[in-house]
């Protein structure tokens, strides 16, 4: 006998699909947050100066920020309309696909912005593979739980 399941997001309206990335999204900013306080306060800089350098430049920086923990997390969700199994194994493939996120944004998209960026920096490296983690586990996290009036 085969059993269908549906993932958490497969029925769901196009509003409320958008409403579920964007808490996805606001939940792998936070989780971004964190780490580049954390990093500050290791590099010497303090959290503070930190948030001040991404004020100075909010309108590109601060304002990119939001929106690619969003666009991550839209990714996520889309893919997981797909493939189910994104939503109900999310604890197995939220970290492979944070991964991959690291693989796009440090191998990809930063030399691309920005020539030789991206390079090998041993234990900074590994934390920022560990935050890209944590940013899709989070996402993650917030995309595989029932939509509210579904249990």
Known sequence: ???????????????DL???????????????????SVMGVMGGRGVLKVWQGVASGWIGKAAGDGGIATCMAAAYALAATRLPILYRRWLLFAPLYGVILYGVMYRIVLPLRWPGAGAWHGVESVLDIASH?????????????????TR
């Open 18 to 36: 958008a409403s579920r990335i964007v808490t996805a999204g606001l939940a792998g900013g936070a989780v971004d947050l964190v780490y580049a």
């Open 133 to 149: 983690v944590g940013l899709a586990l989070a996402a993650a996290f917030v995309l595989s739980r029932p939509a509210r009036g």
């Open 1 to 15: 006998m085969t059993v269908a399941v549906s993932s958490p997001a497969a029925s769901l309206p196009a509003r």
